[in-house]
């Protein structure tokens, strides 16, 4: 299983790839968890990207280029995985299928036998900002999370189209309860593992 999780900030991507992820026996791989851990590790990267994330902005493409390459490559990664939060920007999908022909260990991004999706969770902008303050992460203040919502129609919303267009698109109705958004992603990606 290999799947990309898209929607907007606030859409469930973490909360329902962290239970599929236990379910599936997959790695989780979110590229906000990754950057955060640098950020309070105060590496030369976390430096370079909190004030990207505290402005809600979107860390420089080329930042996240090696993150990814390193823990596309370790051994967890070898029998699927759940990406979170990447791709965000028209760059970073081109860089991805890069990658996944050169590292993907047999998946490859596009073509008959690949297994790669696109989730894509809808959720309302009302919905979304009401369960952001509530998360109430440091970037979960209104300025930010309308910033935000904005980068993500802007930079990261193109991207339905682009798997759509490749029929790798799995759309999910995410203003529903959790359980509810569980069981639509296990039955809408069932037969892909
Ligand atoms: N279906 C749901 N119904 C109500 N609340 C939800 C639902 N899914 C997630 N939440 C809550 O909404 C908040 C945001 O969820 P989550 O962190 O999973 O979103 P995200 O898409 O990963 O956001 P971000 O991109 O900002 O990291 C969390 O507090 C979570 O508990
Ligand atoms: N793929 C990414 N490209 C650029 N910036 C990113 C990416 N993933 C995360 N970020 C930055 O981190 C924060 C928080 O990300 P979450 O996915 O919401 O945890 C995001 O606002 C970007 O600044």
Known sequence: MHLIFMGPPGAGKGTQAQLLSALWKIP???????????VVAKTDLGQKAQ???DRGELVPDELLMDIVQERMNQSDA????????FPRTVAQAAFFDKLLCEVGGGVSSSGKDCDLRAVNLDVPDNILVARLLSRGRQDDNEETIRRRLQVYREQTEPL???????????????????ESVTAQLQQALSGDS
Not at 78 to 85: E, K, T
Not at 161 to 178: C, I, P, S, T
């Open 160 to 178: 339905i189209e682009f798997y759509r267009n490749r029929e790798q698109l799995v759309a999910v109705d995410g203003d529903r309860a959790m």
């Open 51 to 53: 004030s990207y994330m």
């Open 78 to 85: 070898r029998a699927g995985w759940i990406l979170d939060g």
């Open 28 to 38: 989780h791989i979110s590229t906000g968890d990754i950057l955060r851990a640098c």
